[in-house]
């Protein structure tokens, strides 16, 4: 079984930084695509970005082009999420998803991920 644990979520101005951790525990996921997926207040969640478990392919979603950088970290089983120029809309619970399972997938569809963290918090203000 594997856990993961996101990190970093908080309270930022527009305009500003921050970067999320998803630290997995349990087995290692250092094989595993991983993704961030988000949810806004009554909307329904939505793919930001992924990672492939080498970490050599990267996909975003239009919004988080050219702002949002995901990155891992496999000796320390960990995937992050580097977000910069926040902007009100990025306003969500920030959810880690990793893919335990050999096969093709789409990285935007949830339903490809097995694993997932409980969320972390980010607001940004205006």
């Known amino acids: 079984q594997v856990q993961l644990v996101e990190s970093g979520g908080g309270l930022v101005q527009t305009g500003g930084s921050l970067r999320l951790s998803c630290a997995a525990s349990?087995?290692?996921?250092?094989?595993?695509?991983t993704g961030w997926f988000r949810q806004a207040p009554g909307k329904e969640r939505e793919f930001v970005a992924s990672?492939?478990?080498?970490?050599?392919?990267?996909y975003y979603a239009d919004s988080a082009k050219g702002r949002f950088t995901i990155s891992r970290d496999n000796a320390k089983n960990t995937v992050y999420l580097q977000m910069s120029s926040l902007k009100p809309e990025d306003t969500a619970v920030y959810y880690c998803?990793?893919?335990?399972?050999?096969?093709?997938?789409?990285?935007?569809?949830?339903?490809?991920?097995?694993?997932w963290g409980q969320g972390t918090q980010v607001t940004v203000s205006s």
């Open positions: 998803a990793a893919r335990g399972y050999i096969g093709s997938y789409t990285p935007e569809i949830e339903s490809d991920y097995n694993y």
């Open positions: 349990g087995r290692t996921v250092s094989t595993y695509p």
């Open positions: 990672i492939s478990w080498s970490g050599g392919s990267t």
